[in-house]
């Protein structure tokens, strides 16, 4: 048997690792395009504290002139608290609509949809973002409501109503819902599913036990997100909720929401720097801090259910 000549460390002569650099060298341009992610990163952090200090100001001349206790009131001029109501109402009726259909739809793209039914589906369903929400406005103020809710199911509602705003909402919402749950659960490894059917489970019982669990923090995400998206719509809810506030809960009245509220404060006649004016950046801020706080439980949320695989 032929012996063979080792180096110092062990490797075969001629094998020897001495010769090859072992450290990670740069490409060309890379260190430029770390650079412009890194500005992007700065940039959108920069456009936040800009709206922040946009919003600051004026707010604090609005509550030098008006005691903060009126503002968080359900009665008189300045009461916030009938806009946050028709706002969460509205926003709870889209997602009755939204989270069911979308999660339905990401389901059957994920699971059932041949690979030409998925390439046909998915971007149909995703068409229904770019339809602008003015459209959606008009959709519910002149089809939802006489059409829908008052002909043919024979609901008795005013004119401008909650009922209508949230359910053409809902319709908007479902692409963002859908489309980013369908990622998640495609995301789920296929040794899941092929080990869930190995012990007797069908396809349905893979679903909902195995694939959803599994993809818990993503589905999570998509529903906040869409939460986002229908607290800050603005003109769905500028034209089929209403424009005068009320503190209800009868979704057949119409009550004005808080982004209704700022478009209509913003686009009428009062002046810049008065009360009136001033409020609707207070609105504004109100409605940032929600959404933020949204944001803050979603990423707890995802954080604790997440699973790498």
Do not use: W
């Amino acid at each position: 048997m032929s012996n063979v000549s080792t180096t110092g460390t062990g490797s075969p002569s001629g094998a020897g690792l001495s010769g090859v650099n072992l450290e990670r060298r740069s490409r060309p341009g890379e260190s430029i395009i770390i650079a412009l992610l890194v500005g992007c990163a700065l940039l959108s952090v920069a456009i936040t504290i800009g709206i922040l200090i946009a919003l600051v100001e004026p707010v604090l001349h609005f509550f030098g002139q008006v005691p903060l206790g009126d503002f968080f009131s359900t009665e008189g001029r300045y009461a916030v608290i009938p806009l946050v109501t028709a706002t969460l109402t509205v926003t709870l009726i889209a997602l009755l609509v939204a989270v069911p259909i979308g999660l339905g739809a990401a389901m059957y793209l994920s699971e059932y949809a041949s690979r030409r039914a998925r390439k046909l589906l998915k971007p149909t369903v995703e068409l229904l973002a770019g339809v602008p929400s003015v459209v959606y406005g008009f959709f519910a103020l002149f089809f939802v409501t006489p059409t829908l809710l008052q002909d043919l199911l024979d609901v008795q509602v005013n004119f401008t109503n909650l009922l209508a705003a949230g359910l053409v909402l809902g319709v908007m919402v479902v692409p963002t819902v859908a489309s980013l749950a369908e990622d998640a659960l495609s995301a789920v490894p296929q040794s899941l599913r092929q080990g869930s059917l190995a012990m007797g489970a069908n396809r349905m019982q893979t679903t909902l036990r195995v694939v959803l669990p599994a993809a818990l923090s993503g589905v999570m995400a998509a529903v906040v997100l869409g939460m986002s998206r229908a607290i800050g719509e603005t003109m769905i809810v500028a034209l089929a909720a209403g424009a005068r506030k009320n503190l209800t809960l009868d979704v057949r009245e119409g009550a004005q929401t808080m982004t209704g509220f700022i478009a209509q404060t913003a686009g009428g006649e009062n002046p810049v720097g008065s009360v009136d004016y001033n409020m609707l950046f207070a609105v504004g801020l109100l409605l940032f801090l929600i959404t933020l706080v949204i944001n803050l439980v979603s990423i707890t949320i995802v954080r604790r259910y997440r699973q790498v695989y």
